[in-house]
Structures are given as C-alpha cells and as structure tokens.
C-alpha cells in the first residue's frame, strides 16, 4: 500500500500488514498532498491510523460507528475524526490514572461512548 486515502477503507489485510510507522506516514502524506493545515500533524495521523487499525481488526464498536456516523451524513473522514475526538478523549482520561484497573473501566467508556457517537452529537459537541 503506497497511497492512503481516508474517504476509501484500506483494504484490512493490507493496512495491518504494514509496520505503525508506515501507517502514520502514509496518513500524514495524505493531508501533506492536500494541503489540509493540522495543529500537530503526527498526533492528527497517529489517531487516524488507530482508528483505521481498530476498522481493519473488525473492532464492532468502531465499525458500527463509522457507519451510523456515515449514515447520519458525515463523510467517511469526518467519521473518522469523529471517532478519533472520542479515542483521544479516552486516551487522556486514562493517563490521568494511578490505577491500572480503572483503565480497563475507561476502555468500557470507550466502547459505550463510540457506541453513543452520532453525526449530529459530534456536530454539535466540536461544531463540525
């Protein structure tokens, strides 16, 4: 895979054959070509590779909310933004942890907060 492109769904055995760098690269070149302006571009790239990874592992959460977030009008980059606003929600929520146990309890929060996500609660929340 030499081209990434976020508006078509890699294909899975593909994008997981290839090394986490490789991915992040690929999708940092992707809004380097089109000239889309990123407050920090690696982090934008490494929560789109993650959520591609978790769409390529059949995670059912993430694959149910990409499409309800498509079917509610966004387009498939968007959904993956949407998704990826919740990913990074979690990620923060869980470095601010002591407990290890309790972050297996955030990753439920995860799970139910992608569950929850709809077009039109990211819309509103991040004003996309």
């Given at each position: 895979m030499e081209i990434y492109?976020?508006?078509?769904?890699?294909?899975?055995?593909?994008?997981?054959?290839?090394?986490?760098?490789?991915?992040?690269?690929?999708?940092?070149?992707?809004?380097?070509?089109?000239?889309?302006?990123?407050?920090?571009?690696?982090?934008?790239?490494?929560?789109?590779?993650?959520?591609?990874?978790?769409?390529?592992?059949g995670v059912g959460y993430v694959v149910r909310g990409m499409a309800r977030l498509k079917d509610g009008g966004l387009s498939r980059h968007d959904a993956l933004h949407a998704i990826g606003c919740v990913l990074a929600e979690h990620i923060f929520d869980v470095l601010k942890l002591e407990d290890h146990d309790l972050g297996k309890a955030k990753l439920a929060h995860y799970e139910t907060a992608v569950e929850k996500l709809t077009a039109k609660s990211w819309r509103k929340r991040y004003g996309a």
């Open positions: 492109d976020p508006q078509t769904p890699p294909d899975p055995a593909e994008w997981l054959a290839l090394d986490e760098q490789e991915r992040i690269i690929l999708a940092l070149d992707y809004h380097l070509a089109a000239r889309i302006k990123l407050p920090e571009p690696d982090i934008h790239a490494t929560i789109h590779a993650v959520v591609e990874n978790q769409i390529a592992e």
